[in-house]
């Protein structure tokens, strides 16, 4: 039995594709305990993650270096006698608290000269290890086995569902029960060359209505007045903008009741994997072959033009072509295709 301390990712993606090395970790030792740091806003996610032991939060704000918060959690750790630790940022910062709580085996990839804060540094070759998920799964291995990691038995990020907390959702958003959901996720944290026009996702919205689905629309506050675009005009006793209305760990129970869900490469995507509903996921400035969603279950809708992937914030020509081509009868075709429901299309 060895003993973890995980310092997760930032992005709430990346902390639910955390969940492959979290049980990669389980399948090899099967009674490995797994503690989990990060951000505030994850623990409820880790809550979900029957691997973690303990998810701990790092009292700092984003982009802060936060030392003497480090020293001193750190410090507190200690006492808990770790095995072993794995550092997935790459940032300096990031490898201090397993170094103050004096954890004899910390590993990372090579990054910020991280030196003496690592005692195994590994080579980030972006070749071999070309998705991040396997670049997370990869550090709980071996350096044998590392370089690819096995990935024909890496196990896909699973959230468990709380029934009673999706009953009391339907309930506050009068929300029908009798009636299929589609989930439309219109936001993308890092930038808007990543997100499908408005006006699409109203359409969309539109055919399910016109094909008597329920629509949600799920996101955070900042998607708020996105989702209002999307939903204001329609029926708004079935398309109903629940962005900023629900804490994260709600939009996880709500995708598991979804038939399925159209998103942007965001978070709420790889959540949508997590509950094995049927993903239909939207690239353009971004890449499946980097960041797909974990399932089989899934769509993938990508134009692939000569410009794309470029991976930028916004789009260097000012287009946005990636996005505003593929249009919503592409989206809805390839759609209508995986609907159980198929008897109301």
């Not at 740091?37 to 982009?63: C, Q, Y």
């Not at 410090?75 to 990031?94: C, F, G, T, V």
Request: charged letters at 25%.
């Amino acid at each position: 039995m060895a003993k973890y301390l995980i310092i997760g990712p930032s992005w709430v993606g990346d902390m639910v594709m955390a969940n492959s090395l979290f049980k990669q970790i389980c399948q090899n030792d099967k009674e490995a305990i797994i503690d989990v740091i990060g951000p505030a806003w994850s623990a409820a996610i880790l809550d979900r993650m029957p691997e973690v032991r303990n998810s701990i939060t790092l009292d700092t704000k984003h982009g802060e270096w936060g030392i003497a918060t480090r020293r001193q959690l750190g410090k507190s750790l200690q006492a808990e006698q770790y095995d072993k630790s794995i550092i997935l940022p790459r940032s300096w910062k990031s490898a201090l608290v397993p170094f103050f709580a004096k954890i004899k085996h910390r590993i990372g990839f090579h990054g910020e000269q991280r030196y003496f804060l690592l005692n195994e540094r590994r080579k980030l070759d972006k070749k071999i290890l070309n998705q991040t998920v396997k670049r997370f799964t990869s550090l709980g291995l071996s350096f044998d086995q590392a370089y690819p990691p096995t990935t024909e038995n890496m196990p896909f990020p699973q959230l468990t569902i709380d029934k009673e907390n999706l009953v009391t959702l339907y309930e506050k958003f009068s929300l029908d029960e009798n009636k299929p959901a589609v989930c439309l996720m219109p936001g993308a944290e890092y930038g808007p060359s990543k997100q499908w026009p408005l006006q699409y996702f109203r359409e969309v919205a539109q055919h399910f209505i016109d094909k008597n689905y329920q629509v949600w629309v799920l996101g955070g506050p900042k998607d708020k007045q996105d989702g209002d675009k999307i939903v204001n005009g329609l029926n708004n006793d079935i398309a109903i903008n629940l962005c900023g209305k629900t804490a994260l760990v709600d939009t996880v129970d709500l995708l598991s009741a979804a038939e399925l869900a159209i998103s942007n490469d965001s978070g709420l995507m790889h959540v949508a994997a997590a509950v094995n509903t049927h993903v239909h996921a939207l690239y353009g400035s971004t890449s499946e072959k980097f960041t797909p969603p974990l399932t089989e279950k899934k769509t993938i809708h990508n134009l692939h033009l000569d410009c794309s992937p470029c991976f930028k914030r916004t789009c260097p020509l000012g287009h946005t072509d990636c996005q505003k081509k593929l249009e919503p009868k592409i989206v809805i075709d390839k759609v209508n295709k995986n609907l159980r429901f198929s008897s109301n299309i």
